[in-house]
């Protein structure tokens, strides 16, 4: 089995910045695609960014695009999700998963799943 535990989030202004992080343990992650999810009050979880197991290949969703970078470090099994320009629609839950073998990176069919770390834009 494999534990997810996300942190880094927390308030911050429209325009600032957040950086989460998922750290795995159990096993590791180095074969796994990692994505992140996010799940806004009252609307559907969403694919936020994803990044296959090597780190080469990325893909965000439309929101996220050009205002997060999703990295991951293998050796300290932890995924990133660095977060700028941020808005107020950005607020929401934020999930890391991941999964060895997932097919489609962006329906959430992944096998692990961390409890989430919330993220709230406001002035």
């Known amino acids: 089995q494999v534990q997810l535990v996300e942190s880094g989030g927390g308030s911050a202004e429209p325009g600032g910045s957040l950086r989460l992080s998922c750290a795995a343990s159990g096993r590791t992650i180095g074969s796994y695609a990692m994505g992140w999810f996010r799940q806004a009050p009252g609307k559907e979880r969403e694919f936020a960014a994803v990044?296959?197991?090597?780190?080469?290949?990325?893909y965000y969703s439309d929101a996220m695009k050009g205002r997060a970078t999703i990295s991951r470090d293998n050796a300290k099994n932890t995924v990133y999700l660095q977060m700028n320009s941020l808005k107020p629609e950005d607020s929401a839950i934020y999930y890391c998963a991941g999964d060895p073998t997932v097919r489609d990176w962006t329906l959430g069919q992944y096998a692990y799943w961390g409890q989430g770390t919330q993220v709230t834009v406001s002035s």
């Open positions: 990044i296959s197991w090597s780190g080469v290949r990325t």
